[in-house]
């Protein structure tokens, strides 16, 4: 496979998950829906630190902020922290076991949320709710599924 396939099949795999983000859903359930585009950045940077790295987070974040309508520059932080977390430790996480690496993720997910609210609440006064910890039990769950997808997807497309 050629090299711009391959970034074209990450790209189209983040805007998946940018899809999949402002996807409408019952009201009972928009509570727990998994912070998709964080997970797949997760998954990118984590297989391929080089292509997908901080500069792709920030951009993801200011497309998320876009599309849901929060402060311009609150996911794109978070995202971008949470992003170098994974990056710097990469070669680490690579040889967790997948329900390990799961539990990490949720650790990471924890990281994004209290950020966001961290941020949230110093830029518009908003107070924390445990129901804020939500996407991060649901995120643990998708990740197996998400991280062998995504892994099938690039071995059968030899992203490298």
């Given at each position: 496979?050629?090299?711009a396939?391959?970034?074209?099949?990450?790209?189209?795999?983040?805007?998946?998950?940018?899809?999949?983000?402002?996807?409408?859903?019952p009201?009972?359930?928009?509570?727990f829906?998994?912070d998709?585009?964080?997970?797949?950045?997760?998954?990118?940077?984590?297989?391929l630190?080089?292509?997908?790295?901080?500069?792709?987070?920030f951009?993801?974040?200011?497309?998320?902020?876009?599309?849901?309508?929060?402060?311009?520059g609150?996911?794109?932080?978070?995202f971008?922290?949470?992003s170098?977390?994974?990056?710097?430790?990469?070669?680490?996480?690579?040889?967790?076991s997948?329900?390990?690496?799961?539990?990490?993720?949720?650790?990471m997910?924890?990281?994004?949320?209290?950020?966001?609210f961290?941020?949230?609440?110093?830029?518009?006064g908003?107070?924390?709710?445990?129901?804020?910890?939500?996407?991060?039990?649901?995120g643990?769950?998708?990740?197996?599924?998400?991280?062998?997808?995504?892994r099938?997807?690039?071995r059968q497309?030899?992203?490298q």
């Amino acid at each position: 496979m050629r090299p711009a396939q391959g970034i074209g099949f990450i790209y189209l795999s983040l805007l998946a998950a940018l899809l999949l983000t402002v996807t409408p859903v019952p009201f009972q359930f928009n509570l727990f829906r998994p912070d998709w585009v964080l997970l797949v950045l997760m998954y990118w940077t984590l297989a391929l630190p080089r292509r997908v790295n901080i500069g792709t987070a920030f951009l993801m974040g200011l497309l998320t902020d876009v599309l849901v309508g929060t402060v311009l520059g609150v996911n794109a932080l978070a995202f971008s922290v949470v992003s170098f977390v994974v990056a710097v430790n990469h070669l680490k996480i690579r040889n967790f076991s997948v329900i390990q690496q799961s539990l990490l993720m949720g650790l990471m997910l924890a990281l994004y949320q209290l950020l966001l609210f961290w941020l949230s609440h110093f830029l518009t006064g908003v107070n924390f709710r445990p129901a804020y910890l939500w996407p991060v039990l649901t995120g643990m769950i998708v990740w197996p599924w998400l991280f062998w997808l995504l892994r099938r997807y690039r071995r059968q497309l030899k992203i490298q």
